[in-house]
């Protein structure tokens, strides 16, 4: 539970739901946060598409209704806008959200739950395209989302989560080995500020930076690619160009073009599968990601190989032109790991080395 989703894009829809609930210890790529081209997926979504159905009742929603709605709309409209089968999107959100865990915090009075702006919020998901909710058009129509939870819990007091603490705050100390399931309210980082995960630093700033040398530091979109422009990095000017919303960056030639769906055809190399998919290098076809014991990871002149959910790719072999190892369930309490997505609870404790250990699950989690 409470797993961060690799390559997921963030929507604002999951911003209070998902983002805040989700706590846990990670730590970015070696190479600072860059994906390497042939393990990049693709990127948002730019088409307008029908309006998606929320399927709510009349009159407020319940905390585990709103969960709900959120899960299914947000699989529902990446599917549409980003490509990739609705089940697999359902898989890889579903971990990062634990609705119990939030309704057992709004009982112990340390979440406040707006059932009036939980219903504003359904209401605007009925109303979201692939350009609103990717934030192309300033993302608009999701305040109310996240209005629905607030934190009662003021500086200095203990939490176990970011979204109980008030203002512009986050619980810190959550992964210690002394206290692994509470912490205590603290200010958001500034600028330059040492940090481990990308909700602890102010508005307009993200952890980020090699090794163990993280820092809250600006964010800034990058400029897209139209299709049929030329996209990916740029070894001369050192700039990396991702494709628009819905398009696909293909890297044999650096351009954008609309994702190969399931079952097609594909250039081996090229990553222009839609996602969940890699281009099958035995049959050259795009399949799906394969679950637990498939081969998985990156080769050269290949395809980016990942698992689909809950697994992850634990690899045997790394070198310059190779990374591959197999889908693999995640892990007891106990064992290795290098992100919380490796362990079964969700919570791994990364080591100044960065190789960490799978703490257990905490109390109702």
């Known amino acids: 539970m409470m797993k961060a989703v690799r390559f997921l894009a963030v929507s604002a829809i999951g911003v209070s739901l998902v983002a805040c609930s989700s706590s846990s210890t990670t730590t ?9 081209d042939g393990a990049a997926k693709k990127d948002g979504a730019a088409k307008d598409v029908e309006h998606v159905d929320a399927g709510h009742d009349a009159g407020p929603p319940s905390l585990a209704s709103l969960c709900s ?3 299914s709309s947000e699989a529902k409209l990446f599917s549409t806008c980003l490509g990739g089968p609705e089940p697999a999107w359902l898989a ?16 112990a009075g340390m979440l406040k739950y707006d059932s009036n702006a939980a219903a504003a919020c359904v209401s605007a998901i009925s109303a979201l395209t692939c350009t609103s909710a990717t934030g192309d058009a300033g993302g608009g129509g999701f305040g109310n989302c996240g ?8 500086t200095g007091n203990a939490c176990t989560l970011d979204i109980e603490c008030t203002g512009d705050s986050f619980c810190s100390g959550l992964f210690s080995k002394q206290a692994p399931c509470t912490g205590s309210c603290i200010p958001k980082l500034a600028a330059g500020d040492s940090c481990v995960a990308g909700d602890q630093c ?3 700033y993200a952890c980020y930076g090699k090794g163990g040398a993280l820092q809250c530091r600006a964010v800034t979109a990058p400029k897209t690619a139209a299709m049929g422009d030329a996209c990916g990095y740029d070894a001369k000017t050192k700039v990396d160009t991702p494709c628009a919303a819905g398009l696909a960056c293909n890297l044999k030639t650096k351009v954008c073009v609309t994702p190969v ?30 679950a637990a014991g ?16 809950p697994n992850y790719c634990k690899l045997s072999t790394e070198k310059k032109a190779a990374a591959v190892g197999v889908c693999t369930a995640p892990q007891a309490t106990g064992a290795t790991c290098h992100a919380g997505t490796e362990c079964a609870s969700g919570r791994c404790e990364i080591g100044d080395g960065g190789t960490g250990m799978c703490l257990a699950a905490c109390p109702g989690q």
Request: proline share 6%.
């Open 261 to 290: 769906a399931e079952g097609a055809a594909c250039t081996q190399g090229a990553s222009e599968c839609a996602t969940f998919l890699y281009c099958n290098p035995t049959t050259n076809k795009c399949d799906a990601f394969p």
């Open 92 to 107: 890889s959100l579903d971990p990062t959200t634990n609705c119990d865990v939030l309704e057992a915090a709004v009982k």
């Open 147 to 154: 209005s629905a939870l607030s934190g009662t819990v003021t």
């Open 69 to 71: 709605t959120v899960l």
């Open 28 to 36: 970015p790529p070696k190479d600072g946060g860059a994906e390497k």
């Open 294 to 309: 498939g081969a998985c990871g990156l080769e050269e002149g290949q395809d980016y190989i990942g698992c689909a959910a």
């Open 202 to 204: 102010v508005t307009g």
